[in-house]
């Protein structure tokens, strides 16, 4: 008894241990808050700049007062999972402000801050379009960093080799993947280099594109974040057939696996067609345009050019967790929003900026339910194991994908029947829950700023949980993953 209540007690996370940790990381605020207060300032749009300034100069002040105190060399996986959450928490609030000094409400503020920091999308903006230059880009920004760059860079650039580095990047996606180099840290550069260069294709050429060339910009920084956030009130609806194909494209590399593109530069893109997730996410993606158009041609009797075009937006947006849309959602038939629902809940692959439950993990399903399928063909004493994506999967693996769908679940229906509880319809209701879940960013319009605080608080920590599956922020909040000083209040 001795030895486990020993061997519980370490595991569990020491404060110390996550507040200077943090502290570490105050840099890696630093750049997510710095940009947008600069453009802020160059605008002359003194009140959003100096909302930024406030919280800039805070982890300013931070990270010299904590220069002395290393971060812990033996950050344990507690430590490291409520590192990870509260990093997003952190960052979400640092930019609540700004956005309350633009008019939001305390609750809406932080829904938005939230939303952009998660790559969500959903916005409670009762008016985007009067907004200044750099709000918008405020919003792109919070996305770029969220989807990639806020751990990577962190990993990448503050934090030096050791157990420290390894366990934030498992809880960032970078550990144990055999494509990337061994270190963690040269692992992060990797990313943090693929990450940059695809946004600068990306933003050159939506900028080439675009109604508007600064618009293009903050399109495909949102864009390779799989975020969603547009500088129009009407997303992607006013631009160019070219201009969305660009933008969606960026959409479909971020919902990638970033270790599997750097990959091919050992083994080739031949590589990619035999990765059985991307085969099955690609396969999802067609399925759900196939039946977006079928439902439109059923609903009307034909399917125009520029519906099919529609459909292949939403389609892309929706399995890529990306949230942009050309037309409106509300208008869509009941059948299409289940087709979107399905698509939402898988979402894109592990290792890649996209939400959902990843495709990856929708792979070792449908292998367990083969698996459990065969059973019934086998002779009694068999034994069978499950295999998928090319290894064996072990029955603690199938239990945290089990874990994890049942938590998605239950979140879920909570807040489906919340809204109910407000007088929302069902459908649309589920879809724009299983959209925060997922942080897709897709609406039918029942999330909107008229909702009670109560919700939107509640709707906020969905996507805080969504973004980081769940389990990394119940830790932050359960008081029995922490372990308390002899004589400290609990």
């Known amino acids: 008894r001795r030895r486990a209540g020993a061997s519980m007690t370490a595991a569990r996370a020491r404060p110390d241990a996550v507040g200077r940790t943090l502290a570490a990381l105050s840099p890696a605020f630093g750049a997510l808050l710095a940009p947008p207060a600069a453009a802020a300032a160059l605008e002359g749009v003194w009140l959003l700049a100096a909302a930024l300034a406030g919280p800039l100069a805070a982890f300013a002040a931070l990270w010299v007062a904590s220069r002395r105190a290393a971060p812990p060399s033996d ?42 920091i998660t790559t969500t999308g959903l916005s409670l903006a009762r008016d985007p379009d009067a907004w200044p230059v750099s709000a918008h880009f405020l919003r792109a920004w919070l996305q770029w960093c969220g989807g990639l760059a806020f751990l990577a860079s962190a990993l990448a650039l503050l934090i030096g080799p050791g157990a420290l ?15 990337l180099p061994a270190s963690t840290r040269t692992r992060a550069r990797a ?21 508007d060339p600064i618009d293009g910009v903050l399109l495909a920084l949102s864009g390779i974040s799989t975020g969603g956030f547009a500088p129009d009130s009407t997303s992607l609806i006013d631009e160019s057939r070219l201009a969305q194909a660009v933008v969606m494209s960026s959409c ?3 919902a990638l696996s970033f ?3 750097i990959s091919v530069r050992r083994t080739g893109l031949a590589a990619i067609p035999r990765d059985p997730a991307l085969r099955l996410w690609l396969g999802l993606t067609l399925l759900t345009f196939v039946a977006l158009v079928g439902f439109e041609a059923l609903r009307s009797g034909a399917a125009d050019p520029a519906r099919i075009a529609h459909s292949a937006v939403t389609a892309v947006s929706a399995i890529t967790t990306a949230g942009y849309a050309s037309e409106s959602m509300a208008a869509l038939p009941a059948a299409s929003l289940a ?14 900026t996209a939400g959902g439950l990843k495709a990856t993990r929708a792979v070792v399903a449908l292998a367990a339910l083969r698996l459990t399928a065969a059973h019934a063909a086998n002779p009694p004493g068999a034994v069978t194991h499950l295999r998928a994506l090319g290894q064996r999967i072990r029955g603690g693996e199938l239990a945290a994908l089990a874990g994890l769908a049942a938590v998605y679940a239950l979140t879920a229906g909570l807040l489906w029947i919340g809204l109910l509880a407000l007088g929302a319809e069902a459908l649309p209701a589920l879809f724009d829950v299983v959209s925060a879940l997922s942080t897709v960013g897709l609406s039918t319009g029942v999330l909107g700023p008229d909702l009670p605080d109560w919700m939107l608080l509640a709707l906020s920590l969905a996507m805080l949980m969504g973004r980081l599956e769940f389990f990394a922020v119940l830790a932050l909040f359960n008081p029995r993953m922490w372990t308390w000083p002899k004589g400290t209040a609990r």
Request: charged residues 10%; aromatic residues 6%; without cysteine.
């Open 75 to 116: 950050l344990r996986l507690s430590e490291a999972l409520i590192v990870a959450a509260a990093a997003f928490a952190l960052a979400a609030l640092a930019a609540a402000p700004a956005f309350r000094a633009l008019g939001m409400s305390p609750a809406a503020a932080l829904f938005e801050a939230v939303s952009g």
């Open 259 to 261: 270790p599997l593109l």
């Open 165 to 179: 580095a390894r366990r934030l990047g498992a809880e960032a996606g970078l550990g144990g993947t055999e494509a």
């Open 339 to 352: 087709a979107l629902l399905l698509a939402m809940v898988v979402g894109g692959d592990v290792g890649s």
């Open 252 to 254: 479909l590399v971020g």
């Open 191 to 211: 990313l943090l280099k693929l990450y940059a260069a695809l946004t600068v294709l990306f933003a050159a050429a939506a900028a080439a594109v675009a109604s």
